[in-house]
């Protein structure tokens, strides 16, 4: 993590510990929940956590079986996922929560606004896509359950560069997913995004309503090549009349390519509630 005021913390599951930090800023009229995506950590939100660190209270995550919090058992669902997120923000006395996720943090965020009705102010998605099933083909679903052979098949160099260069487009970005990456042996990080795409087709496959009651932000980098992303996000924000920011120039860690511009749509949402 950045060099800021915050404390690490440690949330036990039968699975494994999950690492997160919490930054506490008095009088703040929301604490912003940071949600990584899949294989990416906390790491990934540093230039949100600095931006925000004087204003308002945070927390984020290694999410299960990333980062510091390893080692996991990868056998968690999604809804796992939100059950203990519930827990830390419960251990924390966070109430009405705005959470950002980016890509597997959206799905996350979606997760938890289904199992906890009510329960969140507001949701900024990062360069994700909606669970609803409507959004997805059979072999779409399909395809996303069989992707752990596809990443074994590539040798662990060239992944690391397409992996680094194919989710951010600023070199700030590329060297950040470069070092995430590189915490990872080979086949520890094939077996998690494996894992990852398998638990995210399944949580569609439950065909969940999950809708979103909160105010909701859509943002996505105009160079964003993960997947459909860009092609989801046309067709989530035209069907529901959701606001939808598009990041000149940003790759699919839209956050950290252009921080600034996410940033201030963050906070654009922040002051709307």
């Given at each position: 993590m950045a060099e800021l005021s915050m404390q690490e913390k440690v949330y036990s599951t039968e699975m494994g510990d999950i690492h997160y930090w919490a930054n506490k800023v008095e009088g703040s009229p929301v604490t912003l929940v940071f949600l990584p995506g899949l294989t990416a950590d906390s790491h990934l939100f540093d230039k949100q956590v600095q931006a925000f660190s004087s204003t308002y209270s945070w927390i984020v995550w290694d999410p299960?079986?990333?980062?510091?919090?390893?080692?996991?058992?990868?056998?968690?669902?999604?809804?796992?996922?939100?059950?203990?997120?519930h827990g830390i923000l419960v251990a924390e006395g966070t109430e009405r929560p705005v959470l950002v996720g980016q890509s597997m943090g959206g799905y996350l965020s979606q997760m938890y606004m289904d199992e906890y009705p009510g329960e969140v102010a507001g949701f900024v998605c990062i360069d994700s896509a909606p669970l609803q099933r409507s959004y997805y083909s059979n072999w779409?679903?399909?395809?996303?359950?069989?992707?752990?052979?596809?990443?074994?098949?590539?040798?662990?160099?060239?992944?690391?560069?397409?992996?680094?260069?194919?989710?951010?487009?600023?070199?700030?970005?590329?060297?950040?997913?470069?070092?995430?990456?590189?915490?990872?042996?080979?086949?520890?990080?094939?077996?998690?995004?494996?894992?990852?795409?398998?638990?995210?087709?399944?949580?569609?496959?439950?065909?969940?309503?999950?809708?979103?009651?909160?105010?909701?932000?859509?943002?996505?980098?105009?160079?964003?090549?993960?997947?459909?992303?860009?092609?989801?996000?046309?067709?989530?924000?035209?069907?529901?009349?959701?606001?939808?920011?598009?990041?000149?120039?940003?790759?699919?860690?839209?956050?950290?390519?252009?921080?600034?511009?996410?940033?201030?749509?963050?906070?654009?949402?922040?002051?709307?509630?």
């Amino acid at each position: 993590m950045a060099e800021l005021s915050m404390q690490e913390k440690v949330y036990s599951t039968e699975m494994g510990d999950i690492h997160y930090w919490a930054n506490k800023v008095e009088g703040s009229p929301v604490t912003l929940v940071f949600l990584p995506g899949l294989t990416a950590d906390s790491h990934l939100f540093d230039k949100q956590v600095q931006a925000f660190s004087s204003t308002y209270s945070w927390i984020v995550w290694d999410p299960p079986a990333h980062g510091k919090s390893r080692p996991f058992q990868l056998r968690f669902t999604l809804l796992n996922w939100a059950q203990w997120l519930h827990g830390i923000l419960v251990a924390e006395g966070t109430e009405r929560p705005v959470l950002v996720g980016q890509s597997m943090g959206g799905y996350l965020s979606q997760m938890y606004m289904d199992e906890y009705p009510g329960e969140v102010a507001g949701f900024v998605c990062i360069d994700s896509a909606p669970l609803q099933r409507s959004y997805y083909s059979n072999w779409e679903l399909a395809a996303l359950k069989h992707m752990e052979p596809v990443y074994r098949a590539i040798p662990w160099k060239p992944l690391i560069t397409w992996g680094s260069n194919g989710t951010a487009t600023s070199e700030y970005g590329r060297a950040l997913m470069r070092k995430t990456m590189q915490s990872y042996e080979k086949g520890e990080y094939c077996a998690l995004a494996g894992w990852g795409f398998k638990i995210l087709a399944e949580a569609v496959e439950e065909e969940r309503p999950y809708e979103i009651t909160c105010p909701v932000q859509l943002i996505c980098g105009e160079k964003d090549g993960a997947g459909s992303a860009k092609s989801y996000n046309k067709r989530w924000a035209k069907k529901t009349g959701y606001p939808m920011a598009w990041i000149p120039g940003a790759g699919h860690n839209s956050n950290t390519d252009n921080p600034e511009m996410v940033n201030g749509l963050i906070e654009d949402l922040v002051r709307s509630l």
